[in-house]
């Protein structure tokens, strides 16, 4: 099963269809100097529940995109791709609960992130939901519906330890935001579909972060772009020393294919049920 996986850095593995490689027997001490906060730091690992492109088998495929961060103080899930019936039926084969979500990110107010929330609320009342500001007061009155609390974070805002929001971009036009997860390779930021573009969410994530991002994963909405257009982002993912790239669900096949041509083993072109494993120190 070891061929299904691809060495992330520092003993983070990624993992494509639930098969799980083995921690290599010994590797680097992260370099801590850089960073702030605990100096331990947990075992973190991203599930993409929802997307379009295919993934690990028995999981179901549909138009959307979320993903599910567990390891931070809170398991979080980050949108809730366009169907909540697929959502919660892959979660579950996932091995993820409703019950273990303990706060929501939603990147936009578009219904292929949407999509699961009020079947999500249903499962798991109660939760906070991070939504960017001017999303709109109709999806502050779903979450309020279901019992949840709405909470409009304009700015970078603080999910727990090790997990915050880039504040919200692309104001009077789509808002939307990313989250930044914190790990022992470095900071990973999940963007829903990039509205406001990949690589102007990554110089946030890498602002509110203080530092470079270990990964990007999530759509980045470049379907409609020329070849010149996509190579400018990859530069600029290169000129913020942006480590790796994972687009999936909106990012188009030109852009999946550029970047993996440009970014070769540190492209990783996931889908449904990929799993990014990052180990603890
Ligand atoms: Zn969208
Ligand atoms: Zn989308």
């Not at 929330?117 to 779903?142: F, K, W």
């Amino acid at each position: 099963m070891k061929t299904a996986a691809i060495a992330l850095a520092a003993g983070a593995v990624l993992t494509v269809g639930g098969c799980r490689a083995a921690r290599p027997a010994s590797r680097p001490a992260p370099a801590q100097a850089a960073r702030s906060g605990p100096s331990t730091e947990e075992k973190v690992v991203i599930t993409i529940v929802f997307d379009n492109n295919a993934g690990a088998a028995g999981l179901e495929t549909a138009w959307g995109f979320g993903c599910v961060v567990r390891g931070p103080e809170k398991t979080i899930l980050f949108d809730t791709g366009g169907d909540g019936r697929i959502l919660l039926a892959n979660m579950k084969k996932l091995g993820i609960a409703p019950a273990d979500i303990d706060a929501l990110v939603i990147s936009h107010a578009h219904g292929d992130h949407t999509g699961g929330l009020a079947a999500l609320l249903a499962a798991r009342g109660g939760v906070p939901v991070y939504i960017p500001a001017g999303a709109g007061a109709s999806l502050a009155e779903q979450i309020r519906s279901h019992g949840a609390e709405p909470i409009e974070a304009d700015a970078s805002a603080d999910v727990c330890d090790g997990a915050k929001t880039t504040g919200t971009l692309g104001k009077g036009a789509i808002e939307e935001h990313g989250l930044c997860v914190k790990t022992a390779a470095g900071w990973v930021l999940i963007t829903g579909c990039a509205h406001p573009g990949a690589a102007v969410m990554a110089a946030k994530a890498t602002e509110v972060t203080a530092g470079a991002l270990e990964l990007v994963v999530g759509g980045f909405h470049m379907g409609s772009h020329s070849k010149a257009q996509i190579d400018a982002v990859i530069d600029e993912f290169e000129k913020l020393a942006v480590r790796r790239a994972a687009p999936c669900h909106c990012s188009g096949d030109n852009t999946r294919k550029q970047f993996q041509q440009r970014y070769g083993q540190r492209c990783s072109l996931v889908g449904v049920g990929a799993v990014f494993d990052f180990a603890g120190e």
